[in-house]
């Protein structure tokens, strides 16, 4: 603002005249009421005064108060209407004078409010000098900035400072750090204070100033911060000064999340602290629910960490609900976690609309620098070649990587390490993997990158990358802008140095760096412009040939960075590297043991289980010599094929089949991939392009020729199997050579890949989708989307599951114990395994959940491929992959599901066996048992162990069969762990069936319940079915079934044997088979091991161990009844009762109609009656339902063609047992016919007939009365039948009260009575009612003896004591019949049944009653007197 | 000695912030009331149905619009001598987010209300570094809490106000609180 002189002039004078009126002013308000006017004048009237006055205006401070407060108000406006040095330099003496004495806490707490403002003017000035030259008043100035950053920072931790001090102090450091690490785009709105703050860059060079020293302060004041969050704080009960910290802390992180990995753990450890303040609590948890939803990719990474730490707080479920926020907004491809996300606080947001540009951020920031650079800055800047930004999706090789080396180093150059991440995220992780490995020599030193983490591992990196590959590569690089990195490592200005040479060579092998010293190196770009490379002296460093010692310990040392570097976002890429390591693991040293540990310790959240395929595989190909048959090379067509099917995210990649070749190069060889010889065999991520063309086996053929080793073995002492010579020749002429080759190859052919190999633009789509799940997530979503993409089928786990309802209700009953039905049917809960699975579902989430590493659940297969039974034609609908029962790895688990079985059995054996003998005793059988005994340490849900059974490229045997033996002695959950790999190995492994089946036979016999139930389901369900797998299991069972028909243990003794006697009883027999045998119960055997019934226990649970798995089989094997029954026959008490147990639940499953079971009951062995009836007769006990009556009813009567069977059987064997089961099907005809052969019947088997007789019968009361009158009057007994056993079975027919009541009984007697003459059985029949029904029909009984009277019973001496009997069992009833009878035939009776003297004076007492209504004569009279008189005598016989 | 400006923050604005602000204003206090809601919401005749205003709706057309709805209802629920009361403070609610002034401290009377403020403060740009109190009382949604709570909120405020620097005493007043009341409110600061 330009003034008029006179105004000038007159505003000068007026501005002395209110400075002398201040001073001389007496009250402080009065001085400050001037000194407005002064600040008027001076802010808005002259501001070209404020540099003259502002020292007279510090002198001020001295004045009594609130002079000195407004002074500080004063000042701070003042630098912002002018930042000049000299105002600034006043005002940070004013700032400092007040802090160092000002006792009022008011008058600090502004000093430092104000010198928020000063210190972002200084901080300005500063930087700017480096462009207008440097003062030292510059100087001077920043230092005593600093100086005053020094005393506020101290104020956060003084004693002597108050709470408010400390607060406005922590407020200070807050934005000093946000200063610091200015962001290269503003997020403040114009007008903010805090604007200034975010467009202050450091121009380079600087005379004073440095980014990276810029950097390192905003760390230590960051850390300063941090220590606030330690326990002596944390466990104040003041909390205030915590409070403000935490919330500062979270404003930096919210600003700055790339601060994130430095503070996060320290809040994180914050939250564990246990501090007696609510309040401090409180707002611990608000900070970290605000950092929980911070959507910077930054933060991804801690968001488990941050909701764990939530939980143990107590808010569980507002970090769950944030998690599941997350996790919906990536289901839905809005925002996946961990891309890129919208800046925090968007509102805030709001870029200057003259440094935005419409280009984005990205040119917001050159925007914003040019603002922020003199002009001549600018000019450099503007003559930057403007570069599209390359698709690193498309980097396949490191020729690729190469080509981009100079865009690379423009990012690093510019300090752009956002984008710079973006961009090495995008690079498929094998590629980088191979850079850091071709570059290993320039890795910095351990120290150099300790100062580093997080983002700049990968600036680092970068660097190292661009060292490495810059200089080859086509990089038309353009000239950088000087940026401001902000957490850069410092770079040493270099002189410029001449062009390489070797622009166009590509890539590995150290680099060709000239001279110790030679720090910066010249890029040439395309157009011949010269481009600054600046070099980090840590990666100056000259490259060493490596021997093997070094080269071993640079690797255990990379192995140890690599780890330790598990906060890098790039864990794919980590996995690579480790991948890479492995391959280099001997069977020396401990990087092996090393490397073990990693891949246990993160195997489901780290990328282990991926780390552990890449070894595996690689050692398969290292190990496994494969000659390819010249004379077949349709084998060696099936060989590749199934190698590309094995395991669809591991693509191997097989040699030319014209060529003897390694099992390593059988896997690597590559035509695009030139660097990845070794790699494709090594990495899960090998491109789909090389799979594809396999179909073309000519042109594969050629780019292997091309492709030569890898460079990666060029400093490997453990190389693989060099090719021959006339490949060599072929591939070039040493391996040093090899990348020139491959890159000429590729460049050679810069569009080849369209237009000559059509069969790579078919892969391109697959390779694409596969490049972007490798760089988001792990090689799982890969190899799910290339097996989708091959049209093959998920590898399901309860798929065979999904199929065990029809027999689970039989054979779950053939369990002895209440067992779960399946205990392996459980969902995956392992944290673990979901977090892998976690991994996978942002881009997963439309894929079919049925693969066993990414759902715990065991869904139903997915369709199948119609299968042919040309194994070698066997192609999917791409046309691309075919797949082959003759693979080179036998673990073909997705394959061998779309073969037809019998082509796969029969053509799977001999290769696999053959593979399977030579691994045995190498280093990749050693690695394979290693990470599955290290498994084996997880919980038994995890389905790490099942993975990598599956995927491994080979299981050698016996030793994976040992240790799944192992693993299932140990207990039931391990057992259960052990049964289910095997059965995935059985199911998706078929060449490895024969091996994995006795794991589960074994268990199917074992003496653990649950293991057995669960084998004999899955052996049941699924493997018997299998072609070629039922006869072995047939022969298993039936083996272990013949065991029980050893002779009885000495269990069975119903006595319990003297200890003499156990010690002298021989021992037990052995088996037919001596190796068949059973395993012992793992429970130490009781010290009161000769109680009878605890070896009973035992001796039948081991009946049932041997004979539960042929039982099961039974109902699905056709003939195996008859076995069970011969073995029936011929087994000891105990074994038959365990076996009538089990025949119960054997009967249901085979059902009434079952053939086989009929015509067991025609044909039956002899001596297996007792099971056969038994299961009869659990077939017929229907539920059983009650009508309307309340009567109970069958609703499913025998079937006729069970009805006629048994027939048969009663008539072939004369045995009426047999008729037992269909009672309930014969007419009362065949009832009342057959009745005389069913009297012989034990009594239980009698009740089961008269049951299934009378139920649900609508004629049972007529049948009823007619079968008690056929018994009665039965005349013609059957043969072997006597007198006795009819009235016997006469007594047990009354005695069932059930069937035959009251009425039923009263009509018969009535029918029976009316005969002439009487059945021989019909006083029988009313003494067995007396005697089993007491108090039923005496009344009516006692009428009937009366009448009997006049039919002159005392003239039938069969029937005469029989009513004698009865009458004394119906006493007194009786009495008054007894009286009718004449004296002559009462007295006679006296003496047939003396048994009726006791009751006669009881009858003379009843004759004389009142109650007597009959006559009674007097000799009646005195002939009972003299009876009873002698009657004392008389004892009934 | 300064006098603090003071905001009794609840959800809507009509009863526990406005209850204590009243109490407020009749001991001399500079205060304001806001509510932190997206709406002004006043029981209807069921939970499902409650009466939705928006922020800025003067007291008065909400009494009109309630007696006009049932008038009877709303007398014998209180709400409409509540509305009375708020008309005698002032003429509106007012929606915290949209409020531009600057105040000392905040009491909320509801957690959720207080996490809902913190949001918007750590969502303001930070311009003048005025730091903002902010002290939660969990208080329930009823007259006769409110009016249990609003001396309670006054004897606060009068602690804080009597401090000669609430940074420096914040804790020891909050003890002292807890002492006198037996309530012990949350606390944080933010900065404007």
């Given at each position: 603002m330009k003034q008029e002189p006179e105004q000038d002039v007159s505003q000068h004078d007026l501005a002395v005249q209110l400075l002398n009126d201040c001073k001389l002013a007496s009250e402080g308000p009065d001085k400050v009421d001037i000194l407005k006017q002064l600040s008027e004048i001076l802010l808005f009237r002259a501001q070209h005064l404020i540099e003259e006055f502002v020292p007279e205006i510090v002198e001020l401070l001295t004045e009594p108060k609130p002079v000195p407060l407004y002074v500080v108000e004063l000042m701070e406006a003042l630098v912002k209407a002018k930042a000049h040095v000299t105002v600034i330099d006043h005002a940070l003496i004013c700032m400092q004078s007040l802090l160092s004495d000002a006792i009022v806490a008011n008058v600090r707490k502004a000093a430092i409010l104000a010198s928020v403002t000063i210190f972002k003017a200084a901080f300005g000035v500063a930087a700017h000098a480096g462009t207008s030259g440097s003062s030292s008043e510059v100087v001077k100035m920043w230092k005593a900035m600093c100086s005053l950053k020094a005393s506020i920072q101290a104020l956060m931790t003084s004693p002597t400072a108050s709470d408010s001090v400390k607060h406005m102090a922590m407020k200070f450091v807050e934005q000093a750090v946000l200063m610091y690490s200015?962001?290269?785009?503003?997020?403040l709105s114009a007008g903010s204070s805090m604007q200034m703050l975010q467009l202050v860059k450091i121009p380079r060079p600087h005379p004073f100033l440095s980014a990276a020293q810029v950097t390192q302060e905003a760390i230590a004041d960051f850390g300063a911060l941090l220590e606030l969050l330690k326990p002596p704080q944390m466990q104040d009960p003041k909390g205030s000064t915590v409070i403000l910290a935490m919330k500062a802390v979270v404003n930096i992180f919210q600003r700055r999340p790339r601060l994130l990995g430095r503070g996060m753990s320290a809040l994180l450890t914050a939250s564990t602290t246990k501090t007696v303040n609510a309040s401090v609590q409180n707002n611990l948890k608000t900070c970290l629910l605000t950092m929980l939803k911070h959507p910077d990719p930054a933060a991804v990474p801690w968001r488990k960490k941050i909701a764990d730490a939530l939980t143990n707080m107590g808010e569980g479920e507002a970090a769950k609900t944030e998690l599941r926020r997350f996790e919906r907004q990536a289901r839905k491809g809005r925002q996946p976690p961990g891309s890129a996300a919208p800046e925090p606080d968007a509102k805030r947001m709001k870029p200057d609309p003259e440094t935005a540009g419409p280009a984005g951020p990205s040119s917001s920031v050159h925007a914003t620098q040019q603002s922020a650079q003199p002009a001549g800055q600018q000019t450099t800047a503007s003559a930057g070649i403007k570069l599209e930004d390359p698709d690193m999706t498309r980097v396949t090789t490191l020729a690729d990587l190469a080509r981009h080396a100079g865009y690379i180093a423009r990012l690093h150059a510019q300090g752009d390490y956002d984008k710079l991440d973006q961009m090495l995220k995008t690079i498929p992780a094998g590629v980088l993997a191979d850079a850091v490995f071709d570059n290993m020599a320039r890795i910095p030193s351990p120290e150099a990158v300790g100062a580093h983490s997080g983002a700049q591992s990968s600036a680092l990196f970068a660097r190292m990358l661009k060292q490495g590959l810059g200089g080859r590569g086509p990089s038309p690089a353009p000239a950088a802008t000087p940026p401001h990195s902000a957490f850069a490592t410092p770079p040493q200005e270099q002189p410029p140095a001449k062009p390489s040479a070797k622009a166009q060579s590509p890539i590995p092998g150290p680099p060709a760096v000239k001279g110790e010293g030679q720090a910066q190196a010249m890029v040439a770009s395309g157009q011949g412009q010269l481009v600054k490379r600046v070099v980090d002296p840590a990666l100056a460093q000259r490259p060493k040939a490596l021997g093997l010692e070094a080269a071993g310990g640079m690797r255990q040392l990379a192995l140890q960075r690599i780890v330790q570097a598990s906060r890098t976002p790039l864990r794919d890429f980590r996995a690579a590297l480790l991948g890479r390591l492995a391959v280099k693991v001997g069977e020396k040293g401990s990087l092996g043991d090393d490397l073990l540990d990693h891949i246990l310790s993160d195997f489901n959240s780290g990328g282990g289980y991926e780390l552990a395929m890449h070894w595996l595989f690689s050692l398969f190909a290292q190990q496994i010599p494969v000659q390819a048959p010249s004379s077949a090379p349709e084998q060696l067509q099936q060989a590749r094929a199934s190698l590309s099917g094995t395991f669809s995210g591991f693509h191997p990649v097989l040699p030319d089949p014209q060529a003897p070749v390694s099992g390593s190069e059988a896997l690597a060889g590559s035509g695009h991939m030139p660097s990845q010889a070794l790699s494709t065999a090594q990495e899960p991520h090998a491109s789909m392009d090389v799979v594809a063309s396999q179909s073309q086996p000519g042109e594969h053929a050629q780019h292997s020729s091309k492709a030569g080793p890898s460079p990666m073995e060029t400093d490997s002492p453990e190389q693989a199997p060099r090719p021959s010579d006339s490949k060599e020749a072929a591939a070039g002429p040493s391996s040093q050579d090899a990348p020139e080759a491959s890159a000429h190859a590729a460049s050679s052919k810069p569009a080849g890949k369209a237009n000559e190999h059509p069969e790579v633009v078919k892969g391109q789509t697959a390779e694409d989708v596969q490049h972007k799940l490798e760089g988001q997530g792990g090689a799982d979503q890969a190899q799910t989307v290339a097996r989708r993409e091959q049209g093959l089928p998920m590898q399901d786990t309860l798929a065979e599951a999904g199929g065990l309802e029809g027999e689970e209700a039989a054979v779950s009953s053939v369990a002895d114990s209440n067992a779960p039905a399946n205990s392996s049917r459980r969902p995956n809960s392992a944290p673990a395994a979901a977090e892998r699975t976690k991994q996978a579902e942002p881009l997963l989430d439309d894929r079919p959940l049925d693969h066993p590493r990414q759902s715990g659940s065991e869904p139903e297969p997915v369709p199948r491929q119609p299968a042919s039974t040309d194994a070698a034609a066997m192609v999917p609908h791409t046309g691309e992959l075919a797949v082959s029962p003759a693979g080179l790895m036998d673990g073909i688990g997705d394959v061998a599901e779309d073969m037809p079985e019998a082509a796969m059995v029969s053509s799977e054996g001999p290769l696999a066996e053959q593979r399977s003998l030579a691994l045995q005793d190498t280093l990749y059988e050693t690695v394979l048992i290693a990470i599955l005994e290290g498994l084996r340490e997880m919980v038994p849900e995890d389905n790490g162990m099942q993975d990598i059974l599956l995927d491994a490229p080979c299981l050698p045997h016996p030793a994976v069969l040992n240790f799944l033996g192992r693993l299932r002695k140990d207990d039931e959950a391990r057992g259960s762990q052990a049964l289910k790999c095997a059965a995935h190995i059985i199911k998706f492994r078929p060449a490895n069936r024969m091996e994995a089946l006795p794991v589960i036979l074994d268990a199917a016999v074992g003496p653990q319940p649950q293991v057995r139930l669960q084998a004999i389901l899955r052996i049941g369900s699924h493997l018997l079915p299998k072609p070629g797998l039922a006869p072995t299991i047939k022969a298993f069972a039936a083996s272990r079934l013949k065991l029980l028909h050893q002779s009885p243990p000495p269990a069975a003794a119903d006595q319990p044997p003297a200890a003499a006697e156990l010690a002298a009883q021989p021992a037990k027999p052995p088996a037919e088979d001596a190796d068949v045998t059973l395993e012992p119960d793992p429970t130490p055997a009781h010290a009161d091991e000769y109680n009878p019934q605890e070896v009973r226990a035992r001796a039948e649970a081991r009946a049932r161990q041997a004979c539960s798995l042929y039982v099961s089989l039974v109902p699905r094997t056709t003939g195996m009844l008859q076995g069970l029954l011969q073995s029936y026959a011929l087994a000891d008490p105990i074994s038959r009762k365990v076996l009538e147990q089990l025949g119960d639940s054997l009967a249901v499953a085979l059902k009434s109609t079952n053939p086989e079971l009929l015509a067991a009951v025609v044909g039956h062995p002899a001596g297996s009656e007792p099971l056969l009836l038994s299961m009869l007769v659990k077939l017929t006990e229907a539920p059983l339902k009650k009508d309307r009556d309340g009567n109970q009813t069958q609703d499913h009567p025998p079937p006729s063609e069970l009805v006629v069977a048994c027939k048969d059987a009663f008539h072939l064997g004369q045995d009426s047992n047999f008729l037992v089961p269909v009672m309930g099907a014969l007419s009362s005809q065949e009832v009342l016919s057959l009745l005389p052969h069913l009297i012989p019947l034990e009594t239980a088997r009698l009740q089961q007939a008269f049951d299934r007789l009378m139920r649900n019968r609508p004629d049972r009361d007529d049948l009823a009365v007619d079968m008690l009158v056929k018994l009665v009057k039965l005349d013609g007994l059957p043969k072997g039948f006597s007198r006795p056993d009819q009235r016997e079975c006469v007594a047990r027919m009354v005695g069932l009260s059930a069937w035959f009541g009251a009425e039923h009984l009263a009509k018969a007697i009535n029918q029976l009575a009316q005969m002439n003459p009487l059945p021989v059985m019909f006083m029988r029949l009313l003494i067995g009612i007396v005697q089993k029904r007491p108090r039923t029909l005496h009344v009516f009984m006692a009428d009937k003896l009366a009448g009997l009277i006049s039919q002159n019973i005392w003239t039938q001496p069969s029937h005469w004591k029989g009513w004698l009997i009865l009458a004394t069992q119906l006493a007194p009833a009786s009495y008054p019949t007894l009286l009718q009878l004449p004296v002559s035939i009462l007295h006679g009776g006296l003496t047939t049944y003396p048994g009726l003297k006791p009751k006669v004076p009881e009858l003379v007492r009843y004759a004389q009653s009142a109650e007597c209504k009959v006559v009674v004569p007097s000799q009646m009279i005195h002939m009972l007197d003299s009876q009873a008189s002698s009657g004392s005598a008389g004892r009934p016989d | 000695m300064n006098r603090l400006n003071f905001a009794m923050v609840c959800a809507s604005n009509n009863n526990r912030s406005m209850e204590a602000h009243a109490l407020l204003e009749q001991n001399n206090f500079q205060v304001g009331s806001f509510g932190v809601g997206g709406h002004v919401k006043l029981p209807g005749p069921s939970a499902k149905e409650p009466n939705v205003y928006k922020f800025g709706t003067s007291y008065q057309i909400m009494m009109e619009d309630l007696e006009k709805k049932d008038r009877s209802l709303y007398t014998r629920n209180g709400i409409l001598n509540m509305l009375r009361r708020n008309m005698a403070v002032k003429l509106a609610p007012q929606r915290w987010q949209d409020s531009k002034e600057q105040f000392d401290v905040a009491m909320t009377f509801q957690e959720r209300v207080m996490e809902h403020l913190v949001e918007d403060m750590n969502g303001r740009e930070q311009t003048s570094m005025r730091r903002l109190l902010v002290v939660n009382m969990d208080v329930k949604d009823n007259h006769e809490e409110a009016a249990n709570a609003a001396p309670q909120a006054l004897l606060l405020c009068q602690m804080i106000q009597d401090a000669e620097d609430w940074e420096d005493d914040i804790d020891e007043i909050m003890d002292k609180f807890e002492a006198q009341t037996g309530r012990r409110p949350l606390y944080t600061i933010c900065f404007y």
């Open positions: 200015a962001e290269e785009h503003p997020f | -």
